[in-house]
């Protein structure tokens, strides 16, 4: 079930209320509209009637997939450096929904389904995006290693990430994304085909990254880059 409650708030700029239709959790097989905003990115975005800007809600919700086997806890970019904790929140709002003590339906899904956790919209929108396109979410963080370092330089913004934003073809589309603001900074591409011969990793030199990357819900680079709280 995905469920909706309508708020009011200031908008960020000029204190003028809005109201919203807040998602706090997301069913994509009952509700494509919604999984269909979040990969054209118009997720919870807004507009003040009374100054013209756009503002964005901040996410903090769960998301359910069954189609493509993903199920996300989704919070504020805000509270990345509380991963480890929020990661064991994931791992218990899973078990509860999908384990041993869930309906034999539910248990048989949630044997069938990948548990993330992510921080910001940059962040989760990427989870969705390599849901749709086949990718492998702890292949794509090692190669975010690769991308860092080849670059002379990387934007100097404290909340600066490299997210995932867009696959055509055999080209994926990547930006330095300001977490806290949902600003893109700089935009680079790569081919498809780096992504590949990492996932290949015939020699094994990315084993040690990716099960350092990988070792729980939170599968995401800054889970080695930034410190916990």
């Given at each position: 079930m995905s469920r909706v409650f309508s708020e009011t708030f200031p908008c960020p700029w000029c204190d003028a209320p809005q109201e919203m239709g807040i998602v706090v959790s997301?069913?994509?097989?009952?509700?494509p509209d919604m999984r269909k905003a979040m990969l054209d990115d118009s997720f919870q975005r807004g507009r003040c009637e009374?100054?013209?800007?756009?503002?964005?809600?901040?996410?903090?919700?769960?998301y359910l997939d069954a189609a493509h086997k993903l199920w996300v806890l989704v919070e504020p970019a805000r509270?990345?450096?509380?991963?480890?904790?929020?990661?064991?929140?994931?791992?218990?709002?899973?078990?509860?929904?999908?384990?041993a003590e869930a309906p034999p339906s539910a248990q048989r899904l949630g044997q069938t389904m990948r548990s993330r956790i992510a921080f910001g919209w940059a962040?989760?929108?990427?989870?969705?995006?390599?849901?749709?396109?086949g990718l492998d979410d702890a292949t794509l963080e090692l190669m975010k290693f690769a991308l860092m370092r080849s670059l002379d330089d990387i934007p100097l913004?404290?909340?600066?990430?490299?997210?995932?934003?867009?696959?055509?073809?055999?080209?994926?589309d990547f930006a330095?994304?300001?977490?806290?603001?949902?600003?893109?900074?700089e935009t680079m591409s790569a081919?498809?085909?780096?992504?590949?011969?990492?996932?290949?990793?015939?020699?094994g030199?990315?084993?040690?990254?990716?099960?350092?990357?990988?070792?729980?819900?939170?599968?995401?680079?800054n889970r080695l880059l930034v410190g916990e709280a």
């Open positions: 997301v069913n994509a097989d009952r509700r009374a100054c013209g800007t756009r503002y964005r809600a901040e996410p903090d919700l769960t509270q990345l450096s509380e991963w480890a904790e929020l990661e064991g929140a994931a791992k218990d709002a899973f078990e509860r929904a999908y384990g962040g989760f929108r990427e989870k969705v995006l390599c849901a749709e396109h913004a404290d909340d600066a990430e490299l997210r995932l934003v867009g696959v055509e073809g055999k080209r994926l330095w994304v300001g977490s806290n603001s949902d600003r893109v900074l081919s498809r085909a780096v992504f590949e011969e990492i996932e290949r990793d015939e020699s030199a990315w084993n040690e990254l990716r099960e350092a990357v990988s070792a729980g819900p939170f599968v995401d680079v």
